[in-house]
């Protein structure tokens, strides 16, 4: 098992950015693929960016290509999140998760560890 603690979010304006982390605690986390998802008010959770246990494999949902930003750092057990040009409709919470490279890590059942999430609002 592995425990996550993400940190990071709070309130920025449109057009600002946030990096968020994932610090892991556990000895499977750095051969095990992080996944970032989100979930806003009322909305069901969606697939933000998975990243492979050594980086070689990423995958970032369609509309947010280009503006996030997923990386990891093993040596620290630590994930990450760099969002930019943020927009209101980013505002959700976001909650990192650790579990297998399948189905291109789009799929939340297939994770295994989840945090407790950092809140991020966008305003206008």
């Known amino acids: 098992q592995v425990q996550l603690v993400e940190s990071g979010g709070g309130s920025v304006q449109t057009g600002g950015s946030l990096r968020l982390s994932c610090a892991a605690s556990?000895?499977?986390?750095?051969?095990?693929?992080m996944g970032w998802f989100r979930q806003a008010s009322g909305k069901e959770r969606e697939f933000v960016a998975a990243?492979?246990?050594?980086?070689?494999?990423?995958n970032y949902a369609e509309s947010l290509k280009g503006r996030f930003t997923i990386s990891r750092d093993n040596t620290k057990s630590t994930g990450y999140l760099q969002m930019n040009s943020l927009k209101p409709e980013d505002t959700a919470v976001y909650y990192c998760?650790?579990?297998?490279?399948?189905?291109?890590?789009?799929?939340?059942?297939?994770?295994?560890?989840w945090g407790q999430g950092t809140r991020v609002t966008v305003s206008s």
């Open positions: 990243i492979n246990w050594n980086g070689n494999l990423i």
């Open positions: 998760a650790a579990g297998p490279w399948t189905r291109g890590a789009r799929d939340a059942s297939t994770y295994e560890d």
């Open positions: 556990g000895r499977t986390f750095n051969t095990r693929t």
